[in-house]
């Protein structure tokens, strides 16, 4: 079975400074990797993707990905008011030709404060 | 958010009822999905359509009847719901189905409550 694991926090970090969101997964072939985030009674939004090991950079946003420990990480510098919200580890599989749906972590809730 | 639209944003409905949620994605994708989000769990895949044929259905109870007409329509077709059925619907498309560079998109959701 697939398990995507989030701490649910909430993580609190004071504003201008850098928050990390972690995330763990199971299935070993898993490919892609995906960061959304969640504001309370909205649907996710896309922030970041990553498909190979290393980093990736997007604006204030870095994903990391380490498929030998099968970790992927989000780092948000200079973190804003405005990024409070929770955020989404999800997982994909490509098992060949067809869609596949993704897998999802609970979340992580992510407080900045002023 | 507009790329995928869904209707209705709210729905109550008894047990006995019979209602549609409808998904409509602006985007061209060739698969649409529909997830289950409730409180203190984590999104939950119910189904998968590529090219308007489903190839996923995750173990998702018949009370629950998905259909797809064509590729920018999706319908989650509800009957004799039960309380814990209550949650938040979401629809999904992605373009590139089977593809590593598969994204999902996600409408703005359905928030169904079942008394």
């Known amino acids: 079975q697939k398990e995507v694991e989030q701490n649910s926090g909430p993580l609190s970090v004071p504003e201008g400074a850098i928050a990390s969101l972690n995330c763990t997964y199971s299935d070993r072939v898993s490919q892609s990797f995906f960061w959304y985030r969640q504001y309370s009674g909205k649907s996710p939004e896309l922030i970041m993707s990553?498909?190979?090991?290393g980093d990736k950079e997007d604006g204030r946003f870095t994903a990391q990905l380490n498929k030998a420990s099968q970790y992927v990480s989000l780092l948000i510098r200079d973190s804003q008011p405005s990024d409070s919200a929770t955020y989404l580890c999800a997982v994909g599989v490509d098992s060949g030709g067809g869609a596949d749906g993704l897998t999802f972590g609970k979340g992580t809730h992510l407080i900045i404060q002023p | 958010e507009t790329g995928v639209t869904q209707t209705p944003r709210h729905l109550v409905m008894g047990m006995t009822n019979k209602k549609s949620l409808k998904c409509e994605q602006h985007?061209?994708?060739?698969?649409m999905y529909w997830y289950k989000q409730s409180a203190k769990k984590p999104l939950e895949l119910m189904f998968v359509y590529n090219f308007k044929e489903q190839t996923e259905n995750n173990s998702v109870p018949s009370r629950f009847s998905p259909e797809c007409p064509n590729s920018s329509h999706l319908f989650l077709h509800l009957h004799t719901l039960q309380p814990e059925d209550s949650a938040l619907y979401l629809c999904?498309?992605?373009?590139?189905?089977?593809?590593?560079?598969?994204?999902?998109?996600f409408g703005p959701g359905t928030r169904l409550l079942v008394l």
């Open positions: 990553i498909y190979s090991n």
């Open positions: 985007l061209g994708h060739n698969a």
């Open positions: 999904a498309s992605s373009q590139l189905p089977g593809s590593l560079q598969e994204t999902q998109y």
